[in-house]
């Protein structure tokens, strides 16, 4: 369909692929959101929480960290607008150390503080450690850097919890608690002093009676390797466990998004995209923004949505699939079997390994046992059950489906 202005640029997408949803975007999780609500009440009025919120990839862990973030820092009909707290959102993806998690919390932490009286408190508290503190201009926020070398920061790790209650101490007239999140613990978890460094902080911050929100953040098997390498950790999180959203939240979603630019979905288009997303935040924005390119009305009809799709497939193909599954996987046995399960439909659903035993020639077959493991650790299927598998998310065998047509109409 023809735009009624093709020469008018089109706005900015709605949609946020590869990025945290802000708080406009942000749709569902209601119950969550509840719970988040009460932790940070219960924080508020002197008891201390740790939250570990897990899920699979691309669920919307970070983007509902971030949205309790907002929740106490910025006014909201949620939360009591004399309730803010101090906040810390450390991602520690990059950290190698624990050392390297204590040194990105206080820069954090300390960079909340804004008026000079108390920023000179807290300089005095960390002399040892700050290598500069840059004051930016008003209104925004401090730069703030400890020392590099590791034998400089070599007892932060021990000072950590009285750091966090004298800079407490430094802010506690204006704010009611702390936040601390830590996001992508999925490398340190592995750190087999990450579950006792985890468990001390949280009880020496008791201890000193620091009203903290402590949120980990993480996939799920993560706490289950803490709880194996200290039992007594799992005693201390309330585990928020986040599952793909509901269709009706779905469909919302891409409503809400199409109208913020004026965008007119059918239900038919709304329906299709959102039986494809699986419930995925991640995939919901890449088929909502891929759609929002390839439309060029005012309306978003099943048509315009079919393009999208296929736009999408091939984006979410280059970069979920291609480039996690093609660097690790050079064996072309393993590119027939994934071929072959799309051999007659896009959307296999369930993946039976019995059924293609007795369907792949013999040399493929053989290595069935080892292409699901493999699968299962790249995290482009899942075992449902038994000898049963089914792709990550719906997206993933229509990538695979157009790239076999691709293939064939290359011979
Ligand atoms: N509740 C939500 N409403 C709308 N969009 C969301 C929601 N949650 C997440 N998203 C979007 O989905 C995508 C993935 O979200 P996010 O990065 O928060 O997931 P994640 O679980 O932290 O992923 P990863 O496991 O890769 O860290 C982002 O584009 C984000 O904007
Ligand atoms: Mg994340």
Redesign the pocket.
């Known amino acids: 369909m023809s735009r009624a202005n093709p020469s008018q640029p089109k706005e900015n997408s709605p949609?946020?692929?590869?990025?945290?949803?802000?708080p406009e975007?942000?749709?569902?999780?209601t119950e969550e959101i509840k719970r988040l609500r009460r932790c940070i009440l219960q924080t508020a009025g002197g008891k201390p929480q740790a939250v570990f919120l897990c899920?699979?990839?691309?669920?919307?862990?970070?983007?509902?960290?971030?949205?309790g973030e907002f929740l106490v820092l910025q006014d909201n009909p949620m939360i009591p607008t004399d309730v803010k707290f101090m906040s810390a959102y450390n991602t520690c993806g990059a950290c190698k150390n624990v050392t390297d998690i204590c040194k990105i919390v206080v820069q954090n932490l300390t960079a909340e503080i804004s008026e000079e009286s108390r920023l000179e408190k807290a300089r005095k508290l960390l002399a040892r450690y700050i290598e500069d503190i840059t004051v930016p201009l008003p209104g925004f926020r401090l730069n703030v850097k400890l020392k590099r070398s590791p034998e400089e920061l070599a007892d932060l790790r021990l000072n950590l919890p009285d750091i966090i209650s004298d800079l407490w101490k430094i802010m506690q007239e204006k704010k009611k608690g702390i936040m601390i999140v830590l996001?992508?613990v999925n490398g340190i978890t592995s750190q087999p002093d990450f579950a006792n460094f985890i468990k001390s902080v949280w009880e020496d911050l008791g201890a000193r009676h620091v009203p903290v929100l402590l949120m980990l953040?993480?996939?799920e098997q993560r706490l289950t390797d803490l709880i194996e390498a200290n039992e007594s950790v799992g005693r201390i999180f309330d585990r928020i466990l986040?599952q793909p959203?509901s269709k009706d939240?779905v469909k919302s979603?891409f409503r809400k998004a199409f109208d913020r630019v004026n965008l007119c979905a059918t239900s038919e288009a709304e329906e299709f995209l959102a039986n494809l997303s699986g419930g995925?935040?991640?995939m919901?924005?890449?088929l909502g923004d891929a759609t929002f390119w390839e439309n060029t009305d005012d309306t978003v009809d099943k048509n315009d949505a079919l393009i999208g799709v296929v736009a999408a497939a091939q984006r979410v193909g280059e970069k979920y699939f291609s480039t996690q599954v093609y660097r690790e996987v050079q064996s072309d046995s393993y590119r027939r079997i994934l071929f072959h399960t799309v051999a007659e439909t896009a959307f296999p659903g369930e993946i039976k390994r019995s059924e293609l035993q007795e369907s792949l020639p013999g040399e493929d077959a053989k290595t069935l046992d080892n292409f699901f493991t493999r699968m299962v650790s790249l995290e482009v299927m899942r075992r449902k059950r038994l000898g049963v598998y089914e792709y990550t998310y719906p997206m993933f065998p229509l990538y695979l489906c157009l790239e076999r047509k691709i293939q064939e109409a290359a011979k």
């Open positions: 949609f946020t692929p590869g990025q945290p949803a802000p975007v942000f749709t569902g999780r899920g699979e990839r691309g669920l919307g862990k970070s983007s509902l960290a971030r949205f996001d992508e953040v993480g996939l986040l959203l939240d979603f995925y935040p991640v919901m924005h890449e």
